[in-house]
């Protein structure tokens, strides 16, 4: 494996992609945890109010990335749609230090995150095209690597934030993610560099007609899947932390326990599984990754004591690391000429997959409780199973035209 990531070092650069995906980690989630303390306090809006606004703004960034994704694979710079992207997540978040009137801030935010929601789609397009100009084949392992340290960013983000909360207060978190995307788009613009034209043997001809998902099953059926997947993700990061407290007797400190064990265990997960990805296909490590969240999700159903939780961490991190690290590099190996559509395709899967599964934990917590509510990520998983176990279709390239 060290030969494998001395390999990766050596493409020119990945090693900008890989601090930038660090940062784009840390960017997200140096407030995420906070927002929602944020809009009930100190805007005096209720926490439904709060999850409108967090789903209007996740469904204009769909479609706005749906747009770009179009257009990002048939020569525009992708390099200037990263910078800009990212310069309009900083203006985004910067919203928060002036803008302290509920609906101003909600137009405000749904016009530039929805600009800056490409930002990480194509930083995974191009590191993809990074390794295709390096005539390297290790596609997943790359991504592998590469989500890996996005999740490491994603972990640190929120003590960076508790301290910058404990010092300076909501404004010291929004003006510090605020810098963080402005440093990314620095890093971008000074050290990425176009990639250079591939060689005669691998050129591509471009599509004749733009790929429609919905008459493509070979590409429909992993979205469909990511988007089940991550729902029932979703739902058990919104009912986990209340099913411990108020089912199981645990404490805050024991949520918090939990949370970080998880956490922790996806990052080597997700450099074994790009290991495997040499020996087994994607499709493959998909469905074992569907297998142990399927036992985890059954391990909480019957769980009566904390330990069973705290042991099923194991389960749930190896499951979090096959759809994050996995499932990209699966969308992207099915539409190799569109590296731009195929990580957008992903993108929005995650994000879809957050909406409905923050909307229906809710509802499903409260409407049979936090126990019951893990019979909807077991069904999840069980569709996301027969869907993969559908025969496969002809490649997406042949469908395309």
Wanted: aromatic share 12%.
């Amino acid at each position: 494996m060290s030969i494998r990531i001395r390999q990766l070092f050596s493409i020119p650069g990945y090693t900008t992609f890989m601090i930038c995906m660090i940062l784009q980690g840390m960017g997200i989630s140096i407030s995420s945890p906070f927002l929602a303390v944020y809009f009930t306090t100190k805007l005096g809006v209720s926490a439904g109010v709060f999850g409108i606004f967090t789903a209007v703004t996740l469904i204009s960034g769909v479609w706005v990335s749906s747009l770009i994704a179009g257009r990002s694979d048939t020569g525009m710079n992708r390099k200037t749609l990263m910078v800009t992207a990212m310069f309009f997540n900083a203006l985004a978040f910067s919203g928060y230090l002036f803008i302290h009137e509920f609906y101003l801030l909600l137009i405000y935010m749904t016009i530039f995150t929805a600009a800056g929601a490409s930002a990480m789609p194509q930083l995974f397009a191009s590191a993809r095209e990074a390794v295709n100009a390096s005539r390297s084949t290790d596609h997943a392992f790359a991504n592998s690597t590469l989500r890996s340290m996005f999740s490491l960013g994603f972990i640190t983000g929120p003590l960076i934030g508790a301290v910058l909360l404990s010092r300076f207060g909501f404004q010291g978190i929004f003006t510090g993610t605020s810098l963080i995307f402005v440093i990314n788009a620095a890093l971008m613009l000074c050290f990425v560099k176009r990639p250079a034209p591939a060689a005669a043997g691998t050129v591509r001809s471009k599509p004749k007609q733009q790929l429609k998902l919905h008459q493509n099953p070979r590409v429909l059926i992993p979205f469909l899947v990511l988007t089940l997947l991550y729902s029932g993700h979703w739902l058990n990061n919104l009912n986990i932390s209340l099913f411990i407290v108020n089912t199981l007797g645990g404490s805050t400190e024991n949520v918090a326990s939990v949370s970080s064990i998880c956490a922790l265990l996806e990052i080597p997960f997700m450099l074994v599984l790009g290991a495997l990805s040499a020996k087994y296909s994607n499709r493959l490590l998909m469905i074992w990754g569907i297998v142990l969240g399927g036992a985890y999700y059954v391990l909480v159903l019957s769980s009566t004591e904390l330990w069973q939780i705290i042991a099923g961490q194991v389960l749930l991190a190896f499951f979090v690391a096959v759809i994050s690290a996995i499932g990209i590099s699966y969308i992207q190996d099915l539409l190799p000429d569109l590296p731009g559509y195929a990580s957008t395709l992903y993108t929005n899967a995650t994000t879809l997959g957050r909406l409905f599964g923050s909307l229906a934990g809710g509802a499903a917590a409260q409407w049979v409780g936090y126990r019951h509510a893990y019979w909807a990520c077991l069904l999840l998983v069980v569709i996301s199973f027969g869907l993969l176990a559908l025969p496969q279709h002809k490649p997406a390239h042949e469908t395309a035209d």
